[in-house]
Each structure stands twice: as C-alpha cells, then as structure tokens.
C-alpha cells in the first residue's frame, strides 16, 4: 500500500483543499495515482455537514460553509491540525465503521505518546477527553466515502483559539464541552502530525490487509 505524504506550511483555503481532494478521489477511481494523507491548517472559517441544523448556529452574523462531508457544524482556525485523505476502500474491507475506528486508534494512539489519554465514544463521533468529570472534545471526524473511497478527514485541537466555538454547538452535542491540548497539557507538540501520520499509515495498512 502506497500513500502519498502531503505537509502544507502555510493555511490553505478551505474551498481549495476540497477541490483538490476530489480531483485526487477521481484520479484514484482511476487509478492514475496514489491514496493521499495531507495535513494542513486552515484560516479562521465554520463549515457544516450533511446533517447540520440551523438552530445550532448562535452567532447568526458568522459565514458557514455547506459541505458533502457526514457530520453538523465545526469550527477551523489556525493551531488546529487538519489531516484530510484520500483513500480507496476498495483495496481492502469495505467497512465504513472499521475506517473510522482506525482513525479514531490513531488519534488516541498519538495523543497517548504525550501522556494524554482520550477516547472514543460510539454515539458521539469524535476524540473525547475526561476534565475533571466534564467531557471535552480534543479532535472532530467527518468523513464522506464516494465509490468506496473514503475523502475528508479529521481535527485534533492544538492551541487554538476556543472562544470561536461560543458561534455555534460544535457538532451538535450540547451537554460536553470543547477543549485543545495545549490546555490538558502544556508541552511541545511541534512533532504530533509527524507522529500522526505514521500511526495512522500503520493503522490503514492492518485494515487494508
């Protein structure tokens, strides 16, 4: 299994990153080129999901963008990790559940390295982290799959800025809270997505073969 690396310095523009992704699952439907792993920061934006409910934009004054990915309203903005893929399921299982559960391992694997323990939980998607008895999100999932080939991606909370989740009900869950790692812990984390990266290729390979 073959998958190319892509690390971008600078923001991308949300719009950008999602026309290259689909150009990419096309070119992989084809097989012309390689699955793809990316990861990026965008610059301050809302975006939602296919099952998003206007009621859960509270600052009706911000600018939302409608995606194709599964999932409600969440927040990007600089000191956020984003890891967008490309991969074809056809390769292996097609088994959307297994696929999530391979991101989940990964982000949970990585944040264990730093000493911070996470989890998954099966009715709200996503990495969730125990504060004190109140549960916070640290990274968000969503995922489209189009001919068994899985795009979009996840988030994992580094330090930014949380105020910007006051807009909306990041993700739709009302009764947990938001938080980033620099908050659970204060240390270097400069290293995490190259960490990331290679956990997550090591999960994709046990599950494609």
Known sequence: MTIEIKKSQNPVKYEDAISFMEDRLKDIDLKKVNDLIWVLEHDHIYTSGTSYNENEIIDKSINIIKTNRGGKITYHGPGQLICYFVID????????????????????????????????????IGIWY????????????GVRVSKWIAYHGFSININNDLKKYDAIIPCGIKDKGITNLEQIKNQNYDELKNKLIEIFKTNLKNLIF
Do not use: P
């Open 130 to 141: 125990n504060d004190n008895s109140t549960i916070k999100k640290v990274a968000a999932i």
């Open 89 to 124: 399921l056809k390769k292996g299982k097609k088994d959307i559940r297994k696929f999530i559960s391979v991101i989940e391992k990964s982000i949970i694997e990585t944040l264990k390295l730093y000493d911070i323990e996470t989890f998954a939980d099966k009715e709200n």
